[in-house]
């Protein structure tokens, strides 16, 4: 046993075992055991049967008498393996002496046996028809006759596959009785009517019915097929809406998260066309949110955002309402707490989206919000929610008050959690937008509350009242001092050297600050940042008193004095002795600024104002993107003047290969693009930001030289997770070459599928062949081999090798551009460990563009407002693109203009996988070296 499989893989590796032929034929054929009885016909099916000089080998006499023997014996399993041997025989001088047995074989008692005879049937007479001439008749005669299901599988995929109009006889005799059929017949019967309505489509009447019936099938597989063919034979309101309920029970009942994201992509697919049935399915498409994978319910409410309307928003909401309690009660499991605070912050931009969308629901959704402000599950939630706020206040005025009112609530609340840049999100909308003097006297009372008692002075100084406040001041005085390594803002490393207490170092490690501690906050951790906020909020709000028509001096003067005061503390406290750091000279020009405007030396319009103006001008630069991106969108589907307007009806019925059209432009384009080899319409940009199918010749690579005795070309098409080989093999020596075989080998995460076949090339002769590799990553991969053939005729068994041109496979395929927020943007940045720094090296000098020229050799998106570039002199732009294995790519340029107006700078890549980060970074290398020469 051991030594025939070691003689199995000698010959597969390419050694010669020919010579072993009689010895397998001797004593392992006629062995009793049938495992090693299979693996010596596995030897037989690899052997080389035929000698140089083309004729049968006299060994194979052997051979037939034996399968010949094995066709009639009394033992199934038997019968089968030699069936299923007759199925790889590819010689017409070693079957024809075998084709009575294998007929009579077909009328076995046994259902393996005929199972297994059909099949050898099907066979021989695709490749040697004249063999059995009568084949299509048999088969029918024994499908009449048939009860066991395999076998009548087997036989009507014969009929399909040579003698299509008995095939669809047979269809037609039982065609009520197609529901109650096996999956397989089923599956069969479906691919049957497809191929039908492609040659005829005047007939997609006739089976339209049994579509419909099929869709109520308990196998998913059926019911998937059913629907993807009712879609491709009609585009009926009804027929597309039977199709996408089935899509969505499908997404609703599959436990299996691959078979969600399918159906989630039809649905998708279907949205381009028929968004308007699929608008009554957006609640049963929202319950697929059940699912714990955050890629399928990301895609889930993506694809639901597109599809509410005014009639459907009311539910939309409440069912968002209700996931959102549901990451309330499961909270408290620290192992999912991180999902569970990435999906609560998705629900919460999802509600954000659909209430700028319809204005009429914004009530409900801000009161639902509201309680999120203090959320402590999440930081980034309640981030979100601020934004919202934010946002509602400056587009929607109607909303303010009751947006104020959720905000004083939260800072008044007990419960307030959350982290520094939420609370300066709150102070900000406070300031801004409290206008009533109601408004501004609460607001003002509670930022106070947050900073009281004033002045402000050391922790020291404040603990030192009682006996007790100083012995809990000797047990806070134990500190910890540690020198570490910080990460600036701008990406440079400094050393920070930290004094704190114990208990100061665990509530900093937590990373947020509640109420009571906003104080301490500023105290004892020197955020001077949160301080600063603070004293501009208490400022605005005075001045804005002050504005008010009937408002007693003395309160206004009151006021102004308090919030003088704090400023002046905090400026004279950051510049003490007892401040944990100094403050910075930033941070004390705006209190100097606060200060004056409050005396009236300084313009109240300078303060009250300036961020209100950018923050308008910031929410109408992205309502403009967004009005850009909708024309765009609207005009890829706009046709031209005196351009071509294709209607579904009036289509012809041939395209491209004499495939005829059944399912629309859609279909057409999908099958055009199958006979091309190339990208399907259907894939949208999943294959990356190029065309894969697109022929172009920088996608053809020369594997051989052209003084080769062989020589090769391939051309690389790229499509998804799929690098389709089609090479080229010309035979220019003299010499027929046998066993032409083209060896391949891949270098990083490419996986070849499948082994080329075998070529046989005369002289001048060429042929064609294609080999699918697997994608499974962004990293660099390199496909190298070699092809080597024998020399036919030649003494001795001449053969030759020649080795092949690596061919690199290009991360541009892969890559295509996204968007994301500024807050996820800075989010993953600090996230992400893997960096690649590349230094500018261009000949370039204008900045602008250098940024374009970079965005066009990444394929990325810029996330950051431009037009300043040119004037300012200096450049800082946030690159992002996302790649089709769902990786982020996040690229930072920072360039400047140097005194002899060259470009210096660096473009910094991060990614959360190496691979990724360097290929970026070599490409970015690559396009610079390439415009310096």
């Given at each position: 046993?051991?030594?025939?499989?070691?003689?199995?893989?000698?010959?597969?590796?390419?050694?010669?075992?020919?010579?072993?032929?009689?010895?397998?034929?001797?004593?392992?054929?006629?062995?009793?055991?049938?495992?090693?009885?299979?693996?010596?016909?596995?030897?037989?099916?690899?052997?080389?049967?035929?000698?140089?000089?083309?004729?049968?080998?006299?060994?194979?006499?052997?051979?037939?008498?034996?399968?010949?023997?094995?066709?009639?014996?009394?033992?199934?399993?038997?019968?089968?393996?030699?069936?299923?041997?007759?199925?790889?025989?590819?010689?017409?001088?070693?079957?024809?002496?075998?084709?009575?047995?294998?007929?009579?074989?077909?009328?076995?008692?046994?259902?393996?046996?005929?199972?297994?005879?059909?099949?050898?049937?099907?066979?021989?007479?695709?490749?040697?028809?004249?063999?059995?001439?009568?084949?299509?008749?048999?088969?029918?005669?024994?499908?009449?006759?048939?009860?066991?299901?395999?076998?009548?599988?087997?036989?009507?995929?014969?009929?399909?596959?040579?003698?299509?109009?008995?095939?669809?006889?047979?269809?037609?005799?039982?065609?009520?009785?197609?529901?109650?059929?096996?999956?397989?017949?089923?599956?069969?019967?479906?691919?049957?009517?497809?191929?039908?309505?492609?040659?005829?489509?005047?007939?997609?009447?006739?089976?339209?019915?049994?579509?419909?019936?099929?869709?109520?099938?308990?196998?998913?597989?059926?019911?998937?097929?059913?629907?993807?063919?009712?879609?491709?034979?009609?585009?009926?309101?009804?027929?597309?809406?039977?199709?996408?309920?089935?899509?969505?029970?499908?997404?609703?009942?599959?436990?299996?998260?691959?078979?969600?994201?399918?159906?989630?992509?039809?649905?998708?697919?279907?949205?381009?066309?028929?968004?308007?049935?699929?608008?009554?399915?957006?609640?049963?498409?929202?319950?697929?949110?059940?699912?714990?994978?955050?890629?399928?319910?990301?895609?889930?409410?993506?694809?639901?955002?597109?599809?509410?309307?005014?009639?459907?928003?009311?539910?939309?909401?409440?069912?968002?309402?209700?996931?959102?309690?549901?990451?309330?009660?499961?909270?408290?499991?620290?192992?999912?707490?991180?999902?569970?605070?990435?999906?609560?912050?998705?629900?919460?931009?999802?509600?954000?989206?659909?209430?700028?969308?319809?204005?009429?629901?914004?009530?409900?959704?801000?009161?639902?919000?509201?309680?999120?402000?203090?959320?402590?599950?999440?930081?980034?939630?309640?981030?979100?929610?601020?934004?919202?706020?934010?946002?509602?206040?400056?587009?929607?005025?109607?909303?303010?008050?009751?947006?104020?009112?959720?905000?004083?609530?939260?800072?008044?609340g007990r419960a307030l959690v959350s982290s520094h840049a939420v609370i300066r999100g709150v102070l900000w909308i406070l300031a801004e937008y409290s206008a009533s003097p109601a408004e501004v006297r609460d607001s003002f009372t509670a930022i106070v509350k947050l900073i009281a008692p004033l002045p402000l002075r050391s922790a020291a100084v404040e603990q030192g009242a009682t006996e007790s406040e100083a012995a809990g001041q000797d047990t806070a005085a134990k500190t910890v001092t540690a020198k570490k390594p910080v990460v600036l803002a701008d990406g440079t490393y400094a050393s920070q050297i930290a004094t704190d207490s114990a208990a100061e170092l665990k509530a900093a490690s937590t990373k947020t600050v509640s109420k009571a501690s906003v104080r301490e906050a500023i105290l004892v951790d020197g955020d001077y940042f949160l301080g600063v906020a603070l004293c501009s909020a208490l400022c605005?709000?005075?001045?804005?008193?002050?504005?008010?028509?009937?408002?007693?001096?003395?309160?206004?003067?009151?006021?102004?004095?308090?919030?003088?005061?704090?400023?002046?503390?905090?400026?004279?406290?950051?510049?003490?002795?007892?401040?944990?750091?100094?403050?910075?000279?930033?941070?004390?020009?705006?209190?100097?600024?606060?200060?004056?405007?409050?005396?009236?030396?300084?313009?109240?319009?300078?303060?009250?104002?300036?961020?209100?103006?950018?923050?308008?001008?910031?929410?109408?630069?992205?309502?403009?993107?967004?009005?850009?991106?909708?024309?765009?969108?609207?005009?890829?589907?706009?046709?031209?003047?005196?351009?071509?307007?294709?209607?579904?009806?009036?289509?012809?019925?041939?395209?491209?290969?004499?495939?005829?059209?059944?399912?629309?432009?859609?279909?057409?384009?999908?099958?055009?693009?199958?006979?091309l080899g190339g990208d399907s319409a259907s894939a949208g940009s999943d294959g990356g930001a190029r065309r894969a199918g697109t022929f172009s010749l920088d996608r053809i690579v020369q594997l051989t030289g052209m003084s080769d005795p062989l020589y090769a070309e391939a051309q690389v098409i790229v499509r998804s997770f799929d690098v389709f080989l089609d090479v080229l093999v010309i035979n220019k020596s003299n010499d027929t070459l046998q066993a032409v075989t083209i060896e391949w080998a891949t270098m990083g995460d490419l996986k070849l599928c499948e082994r080329p076949p075998s070529l046989t090339l005369a002289p001048g002769a060429q042929k064609s062949v294609r080999t699918n590799i697997k994608v499974s990553s962004t990293d660099t991969g390199i496909i190298f081999g070699n092809i080597v053939y024998d020399i036919a005729g030649g003494a001795g068994g001449q053969s030759g090798c020649v080795?092949?041109?690596?061919?690199?496979?290009?991360?541009?395929?892969?890559?295509?551009?996204?968007?994301?927020?500024?807050?996820?943007?800075?989010?993953?940045?600090?996230?992400?460990?893997?960096?690649?720094?590349?230094?500018?090296?261009?000949?370039?000098?204008?900045?602008?563009?250098?940024?374009?020229?970079?965005?066009?050799?990444?394929?990325?998106?810029?996330?950051?407002?431009?037009?300043?570039?040119?004037?300012?002199?200096?450049?800082?732009?946030?690159?992002?693109?996302?790649?089709?294995?769902?990786?982020?790519?996040?690229?930072?340029?920072?360039?400047?203009?140097?005194?002899?107006?060259?470009?210096?700078?660096?473009?910094?890549?991060?990614?959360?996988?190496?691979?990724?980060?360097?290929?970026?970074?070599?490409?970015?290398?690559?396009?610079?070296?390439?415009?310096?020469?």
């Amino acid at each position: 046993m051991e030594a025939l499989k070691k003689l199995l893989m000698l010959h597969l590796n390419g050694e010669k075992m020919d010579g072993m032929l009689m010895s397998v034929i001797r004593y392992v054929l006629p062995h009793e055991d049938a495992h090693l009885r299979k693996l010596g016909l596995y030897f037989l099916e690899t052997v080389d049967k035929k000698g140089p000089d083309g004729s049968m080998l006299p060994e194979m006499i052997l051979v037939v008498n034996m399968i010949r023997n094995d066709l009639v014996h009394a033992n199934e399993y038997t019968r089968g393996c030699a069936l299923r041997f007759c199925c790889k025989l590819n010689d017409a001088e070693l079957l024809e002496p075998l084709v009575p047995s294998v007929r009579a074989n077909l009328e076995h008692r046994h259902s393996y046996v005929r199972r297994n005879a059909v099949l050898a049937v099907h066979f021989i007479f695709e490749q040697f028809e004249y063999l059995i001439p009568d084949a299509p008749e048999l088969i029918e005669e024994f499908l009449r006759a048939e009860s066991d299901l395999a076998c009548r599988r087997n036989a009507l995929a014969m009929l399909v596959a040579t003698d299509e109009p008995r095939a669809v006889n047979y269809l037609h005799e039982n065609i009520q009785q197609v529901p109650l059929w096996s999956e397989t017949l089923q599956l069969l019967a479906l691919e049957l009517i497809r191929q039908v309505c492609r040659t005829s489509p005047a007939e997609k009447g006739k089976y339209i019915q049994i579509v419909f019936a099929l869709l109520a099938s308990p196998s998913a597989a059926v019911v998937y097929q059913s629907a993807t063919t009712l879609i491709a034979l009609s585009a009926t309101p009804t027929a597309i809406r039977a199709s996408a309920q089935s899509y969505c029970s499908l997404l609703a009942s599959q436990s299996d998260n691959n078979i969600k994201l399918i159906m989630l992509d039809r649905l998708l697919e279907l949205k381009k066309s028929y968004a308007h049935v699929l608008q009554e399915l957006v609640m049963d498409v929202l319950r697929a949110l059940v699912s714990p994978n955050m890629e399928l319910r990301r895609k889930c409410l993506n694809l639901a955002m597109d599809l509410i309307t005014n009639r459907n928003v009311e539910e939309v909401v409440t069912a968002l309402k209700k996931e959102l309690q549901k990451t309330i009660q499961t909270g408290a499991d620290q192992s999912e707490s991180a999902t569970i605070g990435a999906y609560r912050q998705l629900l919460v931009k999802s509600l954000h989206t659909i209430a700028l969308k319809f204005k009429h629901v914004v009530g409900a959704v801000v009161g639902l919000l509201g309680d999120y402000v203090n959320d402590d599950q999440g930081v980034g939630t309640a981030a979100d929610v601020v934004v919202f706020f934010r946002e509602v206040c400056e587009l929607l005025p109607a909303m303010r008050s009751e947006v104020l009112v959720r905000l004083l609530q939260a800072l008044n609340g007990r419960a307030l959690v959350s982290s520094h840049a939420v609370i300066r999100g709150v102070l900000w909308i406070l300031a801004e937008y409290s206008a009533s003097p109601a408004e501004v006297r609460d607001s003002f009372t509670a930022i106070v509350k947050l900073i009281a008692p004033l002045p402000l002075r050391s922790a020291a100084v404040e603990q030192g009242a009682t006996e007790s406040e100083a012995a809990g001041q000797d047990t806070a005085a134990k500190t910890v001092t540690a020198k570490k390594p910080v990460v600036l803002a701008d990406g440079t490393y400094a050393s920070q050297i930290a004094t704190d207490s114990a208990a100061e170092l665990k509530a900093a490690s937590t990373k947020t600050v509640s109420k009571a501690s906003v104080r301490e906050a500023i105290l004892v951790d020197g955020d001077y940042f949160l301080g600063v906020a603070l004293c501009s909020a208490l400022c605005k709000l005075a001045l804005r008193l002050g504005f008010i028509d009937g408002a007693p001096a003395e309160l206004v003067n009151k006021v102004k004095a308090e919030a003088m005061l704090a400023s002046a503390s905090l400026a004279t406290f950051g510049r003490s002795a007892a401040a944990p750091a100094a403050i910075d000279e930033g941070s004390v020009t705006r209190l100097i600024g606060c200060i004056r405007a409050l005396n009236g030396d300084l313009k109240a319009d300078v303060v009250l104002a300036s961020s209100r103006e950018a923050f308008s001008s910031l929410m109408d630069e992205k309502r403009q993107k967004d009005q850009r991106l909708a024309r765009e969108k609207a005009e890829r589907n706009q046709v031209g003047v005196e351009e071509l307007v294709q209607f579904d009806l009036l289509r012809s019925r041939r395209v491209a290969g004499g495939v005829e059209d059944v399912g629309g432009s859609g279909a057409s384009d999908d099958m055009v693009a199958a006979l091309l080899g190339g990208d399907s319409a259907s894939a949208g940009s999943d294959g990356g930001a190029r065309r894969a199918g697109t022929f172009s010749l920088d996608r053809i690579v020369q594997l051989t030289g052209m003084s080769d005795p062989l020589y090769a070309e391939a051309q690389v098409i790229v499509r998804s997770f799929d690098v389709f080989l089609d090479v080229l093999v010309i035979n220019k020596s003299n010499d027929t070459l046998q066993a032409v075989t083209i060896e391949w080998a891949t270098m990083g995460d490419l996986k070849l599928c499948e082994r080329p076949p075998s070529l046989t090339l005369a002289p001048g002769a060429q042929k064609s062949v294609r080999t699918n590799i697997k994608v499974s990553s962004t990293d660099t991969g390199i496909i190298f081999g070699n092809i080597v053939y024998d020399i036919a005729g030649g003494a001795g068994g001449q053969s030759g090798c020649v080795i092949l041109n690596d061919i690199h496979i290009d991360i541009m395929d892969y890559v295509r551009p996204g968007e994301v927020s500024d807050t996820a943007f800075r989010s993953m940045w600090a996230e992400f460990e893997w960096e690649n720094k590349v230094a500018i090296n261009v000949a370039i000098t204008d900045l602008s563009a250098y940024l374009d020229y970079i965005l066009e050799s990444t394929n990325m998106r810029c996330l950051t407002l431009r037009g300043m570039e040119n004037e300012s002199g200096f450049l800082a732009a946030n690159l992002y693109a996302t790649s089709v294995f769902n990786e982020d790519a996040l690229v930072n340029v920072s360039a400047e203009k140097a005194k002899d107006g060259s470009l210096e700078g660096y473009v910094r890549i991060r990614s959360k996988t190496q691979g990724i980060a360097l290929s970026l970074g070599d490409k970015i290398t690559l396009k610079q070296a390439q415009y310096r020469a």
